[in-house]
């Protein structure tokens, strides 16, 4: 976003973050990194994923592209990498973190999904192929199929 404005941005607070006892904000995962429970390399597959994560080399390579690492250690072996505006962020990120006090839950299976089911539904709605009781029920039911997959 820099590069394409043409300016250095400046991470700031949220309005009324500075004022309560609670701020809003909250650290959110680039990546969720999950193994399944029917996978036939479970061990595989948590090497892997344990090298994302806690692996420098790795970080070395991926820097910023999933966000900040979450492991402390790794973190900091990588902030003499970054560039100036994710080297801000970095900074932006160390300043708030005594303030965060939890985040949001990991979203249900299927949550993705929801965004493109109520864009669906609603344009059917909007050309008159679905009443809009209809589209409610339509839109449970397939909110309902997404998640219980």
């Known amino acids: 976003?820099?590069?394409?404005?043409?300016?250095d941005l400046e991470l700031l607070r949220m309005p009324g973050e500075s004022?309560?006892?609670?701020?809003?904000m909250y650290f959110k995962p680039a990546m969720y990194y999950s193994i399944s429970e029917r996978s036939a390399h479970q061990d595989e597959a948590a090497a892997f994923v344990d090298f994302l994560l806690n692996d420098e080399d790795a970080a070395a390579i991926m820097l910023t592209d999933r966000g900040l690492p979450a492991n402390l250690?790794?973190?900091e072996s990588i902030l003499g990498s970054l560039e100036s505006a994710d080297q801000r962020m970095a900074d932006f990120m160390t300043e708030i973190e005594s303030?965060?006090?939890d985040s949001t839950p990991v979203p249900p299976n299927g949550s993705g999904e929801v965004q493109d089911i109520m864009i669906r539904v609603n344009t059917e709605v909007l050309f008159g192929s679905l009443s809009p009781e209809e589209a409610a029920q339509r839109f449970i039911?397939?909110?309902n199929a997404a998640t219980a997959s």
């Not at 976003?1 to 300016?7: D, K, L, T, W």
């Not at 004022?19 to 809003?24: H, L, M, T, V």
């Open 73 to 75: 250690d790794v973190r």
């Open 19 to 24: 004022e309560f006892d609670r701020a809003g």
């Open 99 to 101: 303030e965060i006090v």
């Open 141 to 143: 039911d397939e909110v």
């Open 1 to 7: 976003m820099s590069s394409a404005s043409g300016h």
